[in-house]
């Protein structure tokens, strides 16, 4: 059985196993609540607001957003699939900055254009997710594995990419001042430049 009830407002309540059907359509607020182990798998979530809530081990896999926010809400081993975060509504007050995926599964998601500074994105699987365009300054990256993501046009300023795996990021073509890295990860950071690396003990020099 479904305990939330379309267009209501909800403090401080917990939710556990909730399960919405395919494409069911849900709005509402929820304030300091909690989703332990819920599936809203390709569901709607129409015009809702997150504000301070916790997603744990849920499954959002191909959710809708349109015009849902998520102010200071953490997903935590959570499954994310092919979300298009451009759907949802985010704010230019700051709010947005707390969302934080900790070991979550994020992968062929979209997020372009977005504004997401000091958004926390660690310890996730996080393949072929496309980041054009967006503003990631101060984004937390560490121990994520980034395999087949695309950074085009983004705004990497002060970003931590250290312990993190598999990114390949043009720094012609992305803004990386100040951005932190790890070795031998930072080794990607060469291979779309237009220069031949030789092995110090090459003999060909």
Known sequence: MNPITDAQEYFDQTFDKVHLG???????????CVFSQCSYETAILNNCRFSNCLFLECNLNLVKLPGSSFPATRFEKS??????WTQATWSTSG???????????????????LELKRIQITNCIANEVDFRDADLSNADFTGTDLAGSIFGNTNLTE?????????????????????????PEAMAL????????????????
């Open 22 to 32: 395919p494409d069911e359509i849900i709005s509402g607020k929820f304030t300091d």
């Open 95 to 113: 709010f947005y900055s707390l969302v934080c995926f900790l070991e979550c599964v994020i992968s062929h998601s979209t997020f372009i254009g």
């Open 79 to 84: 499954k994310l699939m092919g979300i298009d």
């Open 159 to 183: 970003a931590d990419l250290s312990q993190a795996r598999n990114y390949m990021v043009d720094p012609s073509n992305n803004i990386l001042k100040q951005a932190k890295f790890s070795m």
């Open 190 to 205: 060469l291979y779309s430049m237009d220069i031949v690396l030789k092995d110090q003990n090459d003999s060909s020099w």
